[in-house]
Nanobody, 118 residues
Framework: QVQLVESGGGSVQAGGSLRLSCQTS?????MGWFRQTPGKEREGVAL???????FYADFVKGRFTISRDNAKNALYLQMNILKAEDTAVYYC???????????????WGQGTQVTVSS
């Protein structure tokens, strides 16, 4: 059974940093980080292909860095210069296509809360 388990969320002040990790048993071409706040649709934050190609949402470019360690089956999201509007539940996802459409991802983690206070 495929599992994705996130860790590393928490509370931080604006301008601070957090690093999210996702341990996965999925062997897929693309992995990504999505986030969701109450009443809003889940949105893509960053994607990475198996061969290292990366894609970022405009609102995190220059602040967040996605990486993966295929040998360890792990996905990471380094988040710097955090803003209050980054507050959300962050999910890791795995799928066969690198797309911003969450419905195209087959496997999801349970989510980890990130709270940024201003």
């Amino acid at each position: 059974q495929v599992q994705l388990v996130e860790s590393g969320g928490g509370s931080v002040q604006a301008g601070g940093s957090l690093r999210l990790s996702c341990q996965t048993s999925a062997y897929t071409y693309c992995m990504g980080w999505f986030r969701q706040t109450p009443g809003k649709e889940r949105e893509g934050v960053a994607l990475i292909s198996r061969y290292g190609g990366t894609f970022y949402a405009d609102f995190v470019k220059g602040r967040f860095t996605i990486s993966r360690d295929n040998a360890k089956n792990a996905l990471y999201l380094q988040m710097n210069i955090l803003k209050a509007e980054d507050t959300a539940v962050y999910y890791c996802a795995a799928g066969d296509d690198c797309t911003w459409r969450p419905q195209r991802y087959t496997y999801w983690g349970q989510g980890t809360q990130v709270t940024v206070s201003s």
